[in-house]
Structures are given as C-alpha cells and as structure tokens.
C-alpha cells in the first residue's frame, strides 16, 4: 500500500462514479484488518505507529467513497476539476428558482406532514441528478459539468438538514 495511492486505488476500485456500496465496506473492513495496530504489535512502536497512520488514511478514503456525494466532489477534483463550493456558487437560474420556492415552503411549512412533503420532493430530485453526475463522469468524462452538478447536489444536502432540523424542532 501507498499512502499517495487515490481512495480507488487504495480500495482497489475502478476510477469511476459508480461503485457498489457492499463491495466498498467489504474492502474497508478487510483493509482495516490488515492495518489494524494490534497486528503489529511485536513489531514495535515504530510499526504501530505506521499501522495507525494507515487505518486513518483507510477511514479517510471509506469516508470519501462511500458517500455519492464526497465520491463525485474527489471524482471531480482528481480530474482536474474541483468543486471550489466557497468560490463558485454559480447555478443555473431555473435550479435557484427552485430553491426558493423550497425556501418559502419550508418557511411556510407548520406540521410533520408538510416538512414529509418537502423531503420527499428533494428526495425525487436528488435522485436524477446523481444519475446525470454519474452519467458526466462515467460515460462523458466531463469532471467540469459534473463539478457544477455535484454544487447544485450540496445546496440539497444542506436544504434537507434544515428539514431535518425543523422536522427535531417539531418533535422537542
């Protein structure tokens, strides 16, 4: 193993969007044995030592690839094409016309029932577009529209945390 390895080269992964998620916590789990400090025990504190720098590393990568989200933003920047989420919040017009009337209703929004709702409608959208991110990257090679795809992508994911937590604040 190489600490300079990318997270697909680690897990021993094709370089790609689509991953099964089963083999991808099979590998953690059989790469964090093999690394685990206590097998290097009689070796010394030394070996330890490197044994724990790479179960970190490890957890890092499993971190990264197990989630749609983190896989498409390292996709993108091993590409050449990273996400630069603080510097670049351009989106197309017709995307934050959709947030807003997501705003409003979530603002709006006075039960469970309606907050359900509004999940379940970002949830419908999140779906199309993980599959146009996979399609960009997998079939289009194209990192720089999947990076713009992959932004849009993060305004849901915080959207729906401030669902759930407005779905806590009803439930308190």
Known sequence: MNLSSSDFELFGL????????????????ELQREAHPDRFAAQGAAAQRIALQWSVRINEA???LKDPLHRAAYLCELLGSPINAHDNTAMPADFLHQQMEWREALEEARGEEELEAIAAEL????RPMLARIEHLLDVDGDAAAAAQQVRALMFLERFGEDIENRLAQLGQ
């Open 14 to 29: 094709q370089q790609r969007f689509a991953q099964d998620r089963a083999a991808i916590d099979a590998r953690w789990k």
């Open 123 to 126: 949830a419908a959208s999140r």
């Open 62 to 64: 499993y971190q990264r």
